[in-house]
């Protein structure tokens, strides 16, 4: 079927498209986060293409529409004016092509062209040889395809990349995750991910004229078998004054507070060598130390913000949930990000201070140990901004709760203990039957007495923000909405000062 001039919509992708409108019927709005994107249908994983094209922001994502498992990876794809209300386009990409159709069109992200249009530039996951036990061997290829915003067309010299280029020793079935990126000269970059000559990850660049034609330039950063094996979705930018390099690693090992096992994410803040051109790392940190964060990638706003998206989910427990909806997996919140003393900080886009209403404020509460609500203070789609300070500076409370999504039977909570500044998240009571992770610590610098929270609610998640944002931590709950109560509790005594916002939807976004 011919949908726009020399854009022929392959069979995978025109059911997909067909499925899309079958399933618009059964969509459930209220069902769903409020401004968190979530998949259409299906199974949704990390954020691609993100981008701002022809006055809106594009994000794409790793998409299986028929099924909320992950199945051969389509794009599917949103635009939102504001980050925060987005509205639906059909998919994108589809597996459909020799290169691709083993499992799909992996991550990769997007640029304009100087002509106009839109390039993607995305990993295909084909096959190549078998393995030992006879099942296929993957072979990961950077491949291309260019459109309107809408349709997209793979290029005829796909792939445009291949291992054939990396430095020898490298894998071929790990290479993945293309971030383009282009210079202020006009060339085109592009940061990946592949399993070095070390069986440890490596990030690599690539270089190129046109954005067509790439030639592979150097390593950039090795992981040397440091955090986790092999490393994904690579995004690489400067920030105030600094190189900084986002990464997320496999198979991580716990170190403190600040790694765990399992996917996690690393800020790496440095330069570059001058003469190398390799990342020299001067602080190396977890990004978000909640438990449901990973895959990020980042685009610059026209105002010049660097903006962050991720994907709100872990790999680890998607195994075990259960999916009563229709779609799984949803993004967090667009985070404003900068670097201040070598750390990173993170901040709810700017935007999201649009959608408050219902403004509540109490100030100077005192809270002990006995659970209190304040009046107004509820809900589940909420910003909610918490200053805690001693009663008495030389009497130190012990910990601190904000209690949410609660009810008589569950509830999730936030936890701050001075004396070690160790911060909590727990969905523990939230009404999971699964015996994957329920809670996490991390320290927050300085140990302050005095602390900033910012919680973000919306339906099915929470995002945590400390002083300022040098801490951030995000996780799911699959608590129903109405259980929906919030309150706060001190072993010692504490002074409150609240302020709460209901959030919804902009209408005219
Ligand atoms: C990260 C990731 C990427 C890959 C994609 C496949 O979550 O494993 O490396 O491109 O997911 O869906």
């Known amino acids: 079927m011919h949908v726009m001039d020399g854009f022929v919509e392959s069979e995978p992708l025109a059911k997909a498209r067909s499925y899309e409108e079958h399933m618009e019927a059964f969509i459930d709005l209220a069902d769903r986060p409020c401004f968190h994107l979530s998949s259409y249908v299906g199974w949704m994983n990390d954020p691609n293409g993100f981008s701002y094209y022809k006055g809106e922001y594009h994000l794409f994502y ?41 499992n799909g069109c992996f991550s990769g992200s997007a640029i304009e062209l100087p002509d106009g249009q ?79 000559p070390d069986k440890s990850g490596q990030i690599v660049l690539y270089r190129s004229e046109d954005a067509f034609s790439w030639q592979f330039d150097r390593v950039l950063s090795r992981n040397r078998g440091r955090y986790g094996i092999m490393w994904e979705c ?30 996690g994410t690393l800020c790496i803040v440095g330069h570059l060598d001058q003469q190398s051109g390799e990342l020299v790392e001067e602080t190396v940190s977890s990004i978000d130390h909640g438990i449901d964060f990973y895959a990020t990638q980042t685009l610059l706003t026209p105002d010049g913000r660097r903006v962050m998206v991720a994907w709100m989910q872990n790999w680890d427990a998607t195994a075990g949930l259960m999916r ?28 999201l201070e649009g959608l408050r209403m219902n403004q509540i404020v109490h100030n100077g509460i005192t809270v002990d140990e006995n659970p209190i609500a304040l009046e107004g203070v509820c809900g589940r789609v909420v910003d909610l901004l918490v200053d805690i300070r001693p009663e008495d500076e030389g009497d130190l409370y012990k910990e601190f709760v904000i209690w949410f999504a609660q009810d008589s039977r569950f509830h999730s909570s936030v936890r701050y203990r001075p004396a070690h500044g160790s911060l909590e998240v727990s969905r523990i009571h939230a009404g999971s039957r699964r015996a994957y992770v329920h ?54 005594r504490a002074v409150l000062d609240v302020e709460k916002y209901d959030l919804a939807k902009s209408v005219d976004a």
């Open 62 to 102: 790793q998409y299986s529409p028929y099924k909320t498992t992950w199945a051969p990876m389509h794009w599917g794809h949103a635009v939102s004016k504001d980050l925060l209300t987005w509205r639906n386009l059909p998919c994108a990409l589809a597996p459909d092509m020799p290169y691709d159709e083993y």
């Open 439 to 492: 809670h996490r610590k991390c320290n927050v610098p300085g140990a302050p007495a005095k602390l900033s929270l910012r919680l973000v609610l919306d339906k099915y998640s929470v995002e945590v923000f400390a002083n300022d944002g040098i801490r951030a931590m995000s996780m799911t709950i699959p608590t129903e909405v109405t259980a929906d109560a919030i309150t706060f509790s001190c072993k010692g």
């Open 118 to 196: 839109l390039l993607l530039m995305y990993t295909g996951a084909g096959a190549n040889g078998k393995r030992k036990d006879g099942s296929p061997r993957e072979c990961q290829t950077q491949c291309l395809a260019v459109g309107d915003g809408v349709n997209f067309q793979k290029y005829e010299g796909n792939p445009v990349i291949d291992a054939s280029s990396l430095p020898e020793g490298s894998s071929s079935e790990h290479f993945r995750d293309p971030k383009i990126w282009r210079e202020e000269d006009g060339t085109y970059w592009a940061a990946l991910a592949n399993l070095g």
């Open 324 to 351: 009563a909806r229709s779609w799984f997996g949803q993004m967090a919140t667009p985070r404003e990000l900068s670097v201040r003393n070598g750390r990173l900080y993170q901040w709810p886009i700017r935007e």
């Open 234 to 263: 690579p995004d690489l930018f400067k920030l105030d004054g600094k190189d900084v390099l986002l990464l997320s690693p496999q198979d991580m090992l716990p170190e403190g507070h600040e790694f765990y096992s399992g996917n």
